[in-house]
């Protein structure tokens, strides 16, 4: 799960109309770097939820939340403005975190918060101690 820090920022300061382009934007830079496998969504706001299929390991989840933090970095051309961004980002991992697909998006979307508690333009793994549900 990850979502655009300061989002609303960019509508207040810009209008919503470049906050809609933004977002079109942003889901075409994240399907950018998605593999054919992956799914990416946009809940509403401006969440995003990537689903991540046949991850080789742990360690390769890291990679890729990095490289969207990279990614996103780049600033976007919006008609006649350019938008600097920055990402949070929030993972789960099926089976280890649970096999429902509600907890499993409850978890992503708590490691979110805690990236974002964290200083934002960042990416956390859920732990079961960030949370209340176990």
Request: aromatic share 8%; proline share 2%.
């Amino acid at each position: 799960m990850l979502d655009i820090d300061h989002f609303k920022n960019i509508n207040d300061a810009l209008g919503h109309h470049y906050g809609d382009l933004l977002l079109k934007e942003f889901g075409k830079r994240l399907s950018e770097i998605t593999r054919k496998t992956d799914t990416v969504s946009r809940l509403g706001g401006d969440e995003f939820i990537m689903l991540m299929t046949e991850a080789a390991d742990i360690e390769s989840v890291d990679t890729i939340a990095q490289r969207i933090l990279e990614h996103v970095r780049t600033p976007f051309m919006l008609s006649d403005h350019e938008a600097k961004i920055t990402s949070s980002v929030g993972i789960s991992i099926y089976p280890d975190d649970g096999e429902d697909l509600g907890i499993l998006i409850k978890f992503a979307d708590t490691a979110m918060y805690q990236a974002k508690q964290d200083g934002r333009n960042n990416y956390s793994r859920y732990k079961p101690s960030m949370s209340i549900i176990k």
